[in-house]
């Protein structure tokens, strides 16, 4: 390949990144980055494997920038040459992507073991069938909270303090936390706070569990 080539290559690549990815090309931008990794994990140039589809650089070049709708024919001589089948292509567009959008203070309230002791959860949002069960909740302590250190159950859980003050509790451990604190922790071990040093609490609490199979 030769420095116009290169040129040309980076210019297409700087153009498709500049340009954000909408709804309309989505499906070819899937199939471009499903190309573009089965191309680079075989240790192939763009030019050897255009080469073997019977098709130019460039169009190859576009097509892996989501630049270009392939025609059936050209993903059927794509998979040809990644030795692929022509369905493995549109993996990436196939894979659930999911978001969840919670507006300030919109967060579902959930009754967790410490609601009755006052501590408001708000789920802020939840994955579905991905082996991991990950729940992110604000939490918030007032003067009408009470101190409820025992809880406990499996996974891991991550705690990261918005406002007010706590001491907190992991197994035989007690950490002072203030706003910007955070700590990581084996859920499994007993844990929670101890004393509400500075009211009112908000802490973001983000729980990890494997999903069992079913």
């Excluded at 993903?75 to 992507?97: C, D, H, I, M, W």
């Excluded at 009112?200 to 990890?208: A, D, F, G, T, Y």
């Amino acid at each position: 390949m030769n420095d116009k080539d290169v040129a040309s290559g980076l210019a297409e690549a700087a153009a498709s990144a500049a340009q954000p990815e909408s709804r309309d090309n989505q499906l070819e931008v899937a199939i471009g980055r499903q190309v573009r990794q089965f191309r680079q994990q075989l240790g192939m140039t763009v030019v050897e494997v255009a080469s073997l589809a019977g098709m130019s650089r460039g169009m190859l070049s576009k097509i892996e920038n989501g630049m270009t709708s392939p025609s059936l024919a050209t993903l059927r001589a794509l998979s040809g040459a990644l030795n692929v089948p022509v369905t493995s292509l549109f993996r990436k567009y196939e894979e659930q992507r999911d978001a969840t959008f919670v507006k300030a203070d919109q967060g579902l309230l959930i009754e967790r073991r410490g609601s009755r002791a006052g501590h408001q959860y708000q789920l802020l949002g939840h994955n579905v069938g991905k082996g991991l069960a990950v729940e992110p909740y604000l939490v918030t302590l007032t003067e009408k909270s009470e101190v409820f250190p025992l809880f406990q159950h499996s996974g891991t859980e991550f705690i990261y303090i918005l406002e007010g003050e706590v001491l907190y509790r992991h197994a035989g451990e007690t950490y002072e936390l203030g706003p910007g604190d955070s700590l990581f922790f084996d859920s499994d071990a007993p844990h929670g706070p101890e004393e509400l040093l500075k009211l009112p609490i908000r802490l973001l609490s983000v729980i990890v569990q494997e999903q069992p199979e079913t």
